[in-house]
């Protein structure tokens, strides 16, 4: 199993990253091992792994391009493909479509969301649909003077691509032609959240119709029941990512799921903690049963292993990424002592299972 870390590298970004890192993981005890050092790149941030683990893609912050690598599976090694126009500026996010023949991107700074075909090879084109967003920007001034799409996920079903909006304060939802690789708006185009929560990421229940929307500003998860025919979200339940007794600055960061969604993780940056929580086997809600300290600054990402054993925290500000092991009964992290020395890291994906 390998493990593939981005970073920021810039001096705008306060950054000390230098590339992209690849790791070897053990499933059994967690531990990591450096293989390759990919570097020349620019905030290589987001990543995301083809669905038979061949290629790589990432987008770059505050740029306007995405970037395609091909990975050896023996060594995990990764090779630059090349670079494709992505239509608009600071891609934070991008998901494979699940034929493998096109990368959506989300372009934050650009309010936007293109799609770019993928070559038999792997490698990117340049982008071929762009959309803007449309809709009225939330009450934060500094945080949303506009529209600020921050993540792009496939339903389970590859018929429909999710776009939580931070700056517009809603959860867009598009139908994905898969043969033309285009979208276009679904039945229920959006749903609303509260006025300043600042939807960032999504993630959907494994096997249940429930989503759960992670927000930014307000530092809460909504709980939401999914209409796999219509494309539409109803919200059931919003719960804060924070302590009763927590009174400082804080936003959300990540949202983790295990594997057979008994468990559901958020990260907070300025708390700096991941929120547990045991999900309601029937709809999906959520009980908080702990927070852990990430042993650093500024949790950016965390991520699960696929076989959902260990919880991996990027530390973007403290530049580590700690380990912990999740008890498998009761959903409670412990860490395991590893502590990954990488600068600014802000993703984390894998390949293999062994």
Not at 120 to 144: F, I, N, R, V
Not at 201 to 213: E, G, M, S, T
Not at 286 to 301: H, K, N, S, V
Request: glycine content about 12%; some cysteine; charged content about 20%.
């Amino acid at each position: 199993m390998f493990a593939y870390v981005g970073s920021f590298t810039t001096v705008e970004r306060k950054a000390r990253g230098a590339g992209i890192h690849v790791y070897r993981a053990d499933p059994a005890s967690g531990a990591w091992t450096h293989v390759q050092h990919v570097g020349d790149l620019v905030n290589p941030s987001y990543l995301a792994v083809s669905r038979d683990e061949r290629f790589l893609y990432c987008v770059h912050g505050d740029g306007d391009y995405a970037s395609a690598f091909s990975l050896d599976p023996e060594t995990g090694r990764a090779k630059l493909l090349n670079r494709a126009a992505a239509g608009g500026k600071n891609g934070v996010r991008q998901a494979v479509d699940p034929r493998g023949k096109f990368l959506i991107v989300a372009n934050y700074a650009s309010g936007s969301v293109a799609v770019l075909p993928i070559a038999a090879d792997g490698s990117l084109q340049d982008q071929h649909q762009l959309l803007d967003l449309p809709g009225e920007p939330g009450p934060h001034k500094t945080e949303q003077p506009s529209s600020h799409p921050h993540d792009v996920v496939f339903d389970p079903s590859g018929r429909f691509v999710l776009v939580p909006d931070k700056g517009l304060d809603r959860v867009f939802v598009f139908r994905f032609d898969a043969a033309r690789g285009r979208l276009s708006p679904a039945e229920t185009d959006c749903v609303k959240t509260r006025p300043g929560a600042g939807p960032r990421h999504l993630a959907f229940h494994p096997k249940l119709p429930v989503v759960w929307v992670l927000n930014e500003l307000d530092s809460t998860v909504a709980t939401c029941r999914w209409d796999a025919g219509r494309g539409a979200l109803t919200p059931i339940q919003v719960v804060t990512t924070l302590p009763t007794d927590f009174t400082g600055y804080s936003t959300t960061a990540e949202i983790a799921v295990t594997p057979d969604g008994r468990f559901v993780y958020c990260s907070n940056r300025g708390h700096d903690s991941v929120a547990a929580y045991a999900a309601d086997a029937d709809n999906g809600s959520l009980t908080a049963i702990g927070w852990q300290l990430t042993q650093g600054r500024g949790p950016r990402f965390i991520g699960l292993d696929p076989a959902g054993g260990f919880l991996h925290a990027a530390n973007e500000q403290g530049d580590t990424i700690v380990t912990f092991r999740v008890d498998a009964g009761s959903g409670l992290l412990a860490p395991t002592g590893q502590v990954i020395r990488n600068g600014s890291p802000v993703a984390i994906v894998f390949t293999g299972t062994g």
